[in-house]
T-cell receptor, first 108, second 116 residues
């Protein structure tokens, strides 16, 4: 399995930026890095993905290390609605392997 | 686009009974995945299909579990007989564009299964 390692939990103050790290040292050259988040009682929701270059979309930014062995999901201004479990996963041969994720708490 | 639709949302059954979970993927998506989520093991990939054909079922726990995809708009995951340790949330997800590495997964809201 293509493995990822994330901190179990993080906290952020509302309206502050949040940097969620992920290590994926066993990544192969063709693996895309995907991020998903899961709100309570819902299925995981796609956030962003990338291969080598940093990526931005309306939800977040993804910063990928030059050696691709780590990445960081950046929420520019955390809101209470961003409280969720965030999963970093690698798309390996059409299969996505999810780790345990990071539980983000947003403090009002 | 209604998204991935799973039914039922909740299922409570007794040990030994047959359980069937259902999934309707997003129209046009040609990959379908079944995942199981528990507190202890997180999200586990059970099986996935491409164009209705099972590609990898190595994650299926044992012979009590079976999955079918009779057409592009419907899949089932069956457990027979069910056991208490099968209690979990089961998610179905689909993706398109041939499942190439840059195609994101779209998940349903899951079926919460409780086996007593």
């Amino acid at each position: 399995d293509a493995k990822t390692t994330q901190p179990n939990s993080m906290e952020s103050n509302e309206e502050e930026p949040v940097h969620l790290p992920c290590n994926h040292s066993t990544i192969s050259g063709t693996d895309y890095i995907h991020w998903y988040r899961q709100l309570p009682s819902q299925g995981p929701e796609y956030v962003i993905h990338g291969l080598t270059s940093n990526v931005n979309n309306r939800m977040a930014s993804l910063a990928i290390a030059e050696d691709r062995k780590s990445s960081t999901l950046i929420l520019h201004r955390a809101t209470l609605r961003d409280a969720a479990v965030y999963y970093c996963t690698l798309n390996t041969g059409n299969q996505f392997y999810f780790g345990t994720g990071t539980s983000l708490t947003v403090i009002p | 686009d209604a998204g991935v639709i799973q039914s039922p949302r909740h299922e409570v059954t007794e040990m030994g009974q047959e359980v069937t979970l259902r999934c309707k993927p997003i129209s046009g998506h040609d990959y379908l995945f079944w995942y199981r989520q528990t507190m202890m093991r997180g999200l586990e990939l059970l099986i996935y299909f491409n164009n209705n054909v099972p590609i990898d079922d190595s994650g299926m726990p044992e012979d009590r579990f079976s999955a079918k995809m009779p057409n592009a708009s419907f899949s089932t995951l069956k457990i027979q007989p069910s056991e208490p340790r099968d209690s979990a949330v089961y998610f179905c997800a689909s993706s398109r564009a041939g499942g190439r590495h840059n195609s994101p997964l779209h998940f349903g809201n899951g079926t919460r299964l409780t086996v007593t």
